[in-house]
């Protein structure tokens, strides 16, 4: 089954009619209709036009993946429609161009369709004076508490003042006062001061989370955001409304005093709380991480997260981490051993083990290149393998039932059974008749999965490699610590079979080290063929020798993945 | 070029007259006012507008002034500052309103160059350059200033209170038009 990788596979669109539109006097083809939140084909509107020809509009309500509310009033511009005579005909200029009539009013960019041949005015003294306008209301109720908003340096209201309102207010009355750091739910803070009204929070919750939670009450100046009474907000994907409130006003609770996000070196990561491997930001700073965001990529999760996943990092820093390589010698010395000893003793002992002798139990949550090079350990030691398959919840927006990020990587590479964790009563079975005495546990308690501390005393050698101390890790004979999915480079194989990669982002505790890097070692002295020790070349030779995979490169897969055939 | 020297003549041979007139310049000074300060029992009236090390101020009710927005940890030049936010379980500042204060601020001395852009970026004016320009220690560790440290240095430094104004203001409007 050698398919060539494809994009998601999709019907082809109808071709789509193509209208000429001026942005700017800029002449530019835009097609007439355009898919809108939900995917539905719209009227091509003038923001989307102003986008197609990269001239910015600012705004606040308008997000291209959610309704439009249009009431916002940032992003007005100025346009102009040819002029049609009596006859219904188009009034030419004396060039024998058409004649464009400036409207009178602006309109709002985000709500007004495009026509042939409009003309939009995005940089007009008019268009300044109405963003000055528009920012000035703004901005008069505003609390103006940056230095403890942490949304500042990522707040829209700051970048557009800068970019598009007055320097100083002429506001001299007191202004009015909202509630502040109110508990809107078990996720999120609410800060109404802060609050521009966009409505963007509603609009996500009510028509993409399909929780109507939130709501605006009072009137005018006391518009008040808030949580319908007595319901907490606490769907799981509240999280993204902290990420498009374009203010300080939703803010999350995990992350509330922090760090400053300017501070935040972002990683481009994936998601591995379940198995649509969600795109994701990693904001660390030194060796913390501090927060994840979604990452957008419309053929994952659009921009979307989860809040399970979002919040699923904290292992990551966990005091308990495994940091230290363990043998038997060192067990009895009481000291780390070396990473180079480790591996050549391991490798020795497997050189000496008898075909199906060894089992090796890997793991779901281990990347496409480790599985590879684990299954090359298997080949060469006929060794019988498997992993623990995690199925949970599922829902319709992007939580997959399968809580395991690489299902199909374990598959494409022959380490797990065709049904997940069928091999796994064979290998209890081999282990107590005796036949089974070599362990290899890749990130698995297998105590949990049927072989209990009885039975693994009855190998001769337990090999494990993990991140967090388990009942396993306490009964391996070599212990090697391996690293997070933000410590090192990889790619997973998602539900719908796209391949992505991660990269990353803070540096392993103690002497952990990248399962890739020391497998690639412990292959080599196994097997005596030497291998690619970077990662670009691993996941090459890795996409030559998986048919799944072929023509894959690591450069090819970009920062958006590509599906394959599973 | 070559300079010529004058060979010197008999009675700059002799040397005892210039050593006799270096001795009416010495003796001279004997009784001229004295231009040395006698560092460090004695110390330099520093000029106003100086600029020494940096210290936290408190406000005129004693509250610590600083938000920890962390914006002098990001101009400082030589990433001597380092403040640990308070985080969202962290203790609520100890003055009205602004719900945020440093968990911990720490400036290291040795790193610090006195430049100024941390009082100068200060959006609370809870930082400013002193009269202190000369820190000793016996160890790196003492020279990196704490918080309480810099808090107890810096004195106080009556300012707008603009979070209590902001306090005062809500107050005022409370159940004004409805409460919520």
């Known amino acids: ?566 | 070029m070559i300079v010529k020297r004058k060979p010197l003549n008999l009675l700059e041979r002799l040397y005892l007259p210039a050593i006799a007139g270096g001795f009416k310049v010495t003796l001279r000074h004997f009784f001229k006012k004295k231009v040395t300060m006698q560092y460090p029992e004695e110390k330099w009236a520093v000029p106003p507008g100086y600029r020494g090390a940096p210290y936290l101020v408190r406000d005129q009710e004693g509250n610590t002034k600083c938000v920890s927005c962390q914006l002098c940890e990001f101009v400082c030049p030589p990433k001597a500052i380092k403040i640990i936010p308070p985080g969202p379980a962290g203790r609520l500042a100890d003055r009205p309103n602004a719900e945020k204060m440093p968990a911990e601020f720490e400036i290291n001395m040795l790193r610090c160059i006195f430049c100024g852009f941390c009082q100068e970026v200060c959006p609370e004016e809870a930082i400013f350059l002193q009269k202190d320009y000369s820190l000793t220690g016996a160890s790196r560790a003492e020279m990196i200033y704490n918080k309480e440290k810099l808090l107890a240095l810096g004195g106080t430094h009556p300012g707008i209170q603009k979070w209590k104004h902001k306090l005062e203001e809500a107050k005022e409007q409370e159940n004004f038009p409805v409460k919520v």
Not at chain 1, 96 to 105: N, Q
Not at chain 1, 448 to 463: S, V
């Open chain 1, 1 to 566: 089954m050698s398919a060539a990788p494809t994009t998601e596979t999709k019907p082809a669109p109808p071709a789509i009619e193509k209208i000429k539109v001026k942005v700017d006097g800029r002449e530019i083809e835009v097609p007439r209709l355009t898919a809108d939140w939900s995917g539905k084909l719209m009227p091509t509107t003038m923001i989307q036009a102003c986008e197609l020809a990269k001239t910015d509009v600012p705004h606040y309500c308008y997000h291209p993946k959610l309704p439009i509310a249009g009431n916002c009033r940032m992003c007005l511009v100025e346009f102009g429609t040819p002029a049609l005579g009596p006859d219904r005909k188009p009034i030419l200029n004396p060039d024998g161009t058409p004649k464009v009539v400036k409207s009178p009013r602006p309109a709002i960019a985000c709500a007004t369709p495009v026509s042939p041949g409009m003309e939009i005015y995005s940089n007009t003294p008019g268009v300044k004076q109405m963003r000055e306008g528009v920012l000035e209301f703004l901005l008069i109720n505003h609390p103006l508490d940056c230095p403890i908003c942490d949304q500042a340096g990522e707040c829209k209201l700051q970048e557009y003042s800068v970019d598009y309102g007055q320097s100083a207010s002429r506001f001299v009355e007191p202004k009015v006062h909202k509630p502040k750091s109110v508990d809107l739910g078990p996720r999120i803070m609410l800060d109404d001061e802060r609050c521009i009204l966009c409505t963007r929070c509603i609009r996500f919750t009510k028509d993409i989370a399909g929780d109507d939670a939130l709501g605006i009450i009072n009137r005018g100046s006391f518009n008040t955001l808030t949580a319908y009474p007595g319901k907490a907000f606490d769907n799981n994907y509240t999280l993204n409304t902290v990420d498009i409130c374009p203010v300080g006003a939703l803010t999350s609770k995990d992350f509330r005093f922090q760090m400053r996000v300017w501070f935040l070196k972002e990683t481009k990561s994936v998601c591995t709380s379940c198995a649509t491997g969600c795109n994701i930001l990693i904001g660390s700073r030194e060796k913390k991480i501090y927060r994840y965001t979604p990452r957008e990529n419309d053929a994952v999760n659009g921009p979307w997260m989860c809040d399970y996943g979002r919040l699923n990092y904290k292992w990551i820093g966990r005091e308990d981490r495994l940091t230290k390589v363990q043998s038997p010698k060192s067990k009895v010395q009481g000291q780390p051993a070396s990473w180079s000893s480790a591996l050549t003793e391991i490798a020795e002992l497997l050189k000496k083990t008898p075909a199906g002798s060894v089992a090796i139990i890997a793991s779901a949550r281990q990347t496409n290149e480790e599985l590879w090079l684990i299954s090359k350990l298997k080949a060469k030691l006929g060794a019988i393998s498997d992993s623990v398959s995690r199925m949970g919840e599922g829902d319709k927006l992007l939580v997959s039932a399968d809580k395991n990020p690489n299902t199909n990587g374990a598959q494409l590479t022959g380490i797990a059974a065709n049904l997940m964790g069928a091999n796994l009563p064979k290998i209890v079975e081999g282990i107590r008749n005796g036949k089974i005495k070599t362990l290899i546990v890749f990130g698995e308690d297998v105590t949990r999965h049927g072989m209990g501390a009885d039975l693994l005393g009855k190998l001769e050698t337990l090999i494990v490699s993990d991140i967090l101390p388990n009942a396993t890790t306490k009964l391996a004979h070599y212990l090697l610590p391996g690293c997070a999915h933000a410590e090192k480079r990889g790619t997973f194989t998602n539900t719908k079979g796209r391949v992505q990669k991660f990269m990353k982002a803070v540096e392993p505790p103690g002497d952990a080290r990248p399962e890739w890097e020391f497998l690639h070692d412990l292959v080599c002295n196994v097997t005596g063929q030497d291998g690619f020790l970077t990662i670009e070349g691993l996941f090459n030779e890795m996409a030559n020798a998986v048919s799944a995979l072929n023509g894959l490169t690591w450069a090819g897969i970009g920062d958006a993945g590509v599906t394959v055939k599973i």
